[in-house]
């Protein structure tokens, strides 16, 4: 390779990220080389202030710039529902929709025998906590669909049975927009196990 | 999205990046914040350093960090053979490969009639200059076999006809591990045509 040292090391880098291998790496490294002033520099110094500024929510898990979240301190958002998801991903895809309007639990993965993740290692008792101390009336398990989540999902709501909250979980169903010619058997079987009148 | 301004410029940049679009640029945000130590700012510092060395090889049109580039300055490299590109992707390729033993010259695009992209405007007179100082005996036209690149490799090999350099181009064929069934019709047609006694 004819490029120099910290070329090199900065196509290593961005090959480690996700979703980048080192095609894609030489490719991004290129385009901004090309485009220096436009991307290369700004990406860098807002590089350098997400890393000096982001932080976890101490409350829910959430990705911010304070020790607790803009969603956790607004007031607006204490209807005491709070929706339980994996990890901030799908917490920042469930504010794209736009349709939920309480809180957050982010649990940072899902309960696992083989890797040893119990409840401890994911925020399960905080979450048993902040039921009890911001009045939850409802229990959004908004979990992958996936062993692992279904399996963390049982869970939670077992350990909800006494709390006196309603603990409800997300339809299965078609995606909108979606063809059953391209639906698996496991969705189409959900799906129509859940039928409903018109 | 409840991640604040520095997150969501930082995620708008990403996906400025080829091969990267907005979902795959959240989770390599959420990635490299997870890894700040290890990945996040040495990337931010990286970047400030390529951006600030990183420059085009004034002879050949390679990205190095010096005026002239390595290979260019290598006399190893002045063996009278010159590999045509047309980006600095495709040299680096090629160096991949380390077959190759000669010197590069990167076009920097493809001659287009729709774009307005002349030979000015593809270091074509370059190229020309440095046949004559370089001593070349053999010009290897290493361009994509895609219509524009043809009509380049054209090109250059018509304004060189009379400079008495030999002109060669990479073999069309079968890839390496190609499977038959899943080549297009105009490559199975060139490895044809190419076709050599065993």
Redesign the interface.
Known sequence: ????K??D??IE??A?????GPR?A????????KK?AL?????????????A??RECLNCG????SDV???CTSHKRANGEICVVE???D??AM??SGVFKGRYHVLGGTLSALDAVGPEELRIPKLMTRIADEHITEVILALNATIDGQTTAHYIAGELETRGVAVTSLAQGVPIGGELDYLDDGTISAALKARKAL
């Open positions: 390779m004819s490029s120099t910290d070329i090391a900065l880098m961005m480690k990220l996700p979703g980048l894609s030489r490719r991004a490294v290129l385009h901004m080389i220096r991307l290369m520099i700004p990406l860098s110094d807002t590089l350098q202030n997400v890393a500024t982001a959430n990705i911010g710039t979240c803009d969603i990890d901030v991903a917490l920042w504010e794209r």
